[in-house]
């Protein structure tokens, strides 16, 4: 495998985000494929994985197995006919979508971990300090 297959190759994978970015803000997506592709981007942008990355081989395995196993199951769910206008509103402005998806999703994750963590450091804080 080359660079430029390795190019041609993410550039699809950021048209298909792109793509699933505007399936998931389209209102006749359903539910079910809206959860799917909501968790599989909270997963993708997280900071926290469930093996981490620095455990050699597994540690990017997991990335490399649920991220594009949960997006395959989100465009599974969603209508084909959907997903087709989906597909080419993300061909006629990829950047724009993949930015902003990328944008409000790591936003979301940071504020959701931030929650997460406040009281346990609150926690870990006071544990100390007595």
Do not use: H
């Amino acid at each position: 495998m080359n660079i430029a297959s390795l190019k041609i190759r993410a550039q699809a994978a950021m048209r298909e985000t792109s793509a699933l970015y505007y399936a998931f803000l389209d209102r006749r997506t359903p539910p079910a494929a809206k959860l799917v592709a909501g968790l599989t981007a909270a997963y993708a942008l997280s900071p926290i994985d469930l093996i981490p990355d620095f455990i050699p081989v597994l540690g990017l395995l997991d990335d490399l197995l649920i991220v594009p196993a949960g997006a395959a199951l989100a465009v599974r769910l969603i209508p084909p006919a959907i997903m087709d206008e989906c597909r080419a509103k993300a061909a006629a402005g990829v950047g724009a979508g993949a930015r902003r998806a990328a944008f409000v999703g790591g936003a979301l994750v940071l504020s959701l971990w931030a929650l997460i963590l406040t009281p346990i450091a609150k926690l870990i804080i006071k544990a100390v300090l007595k």
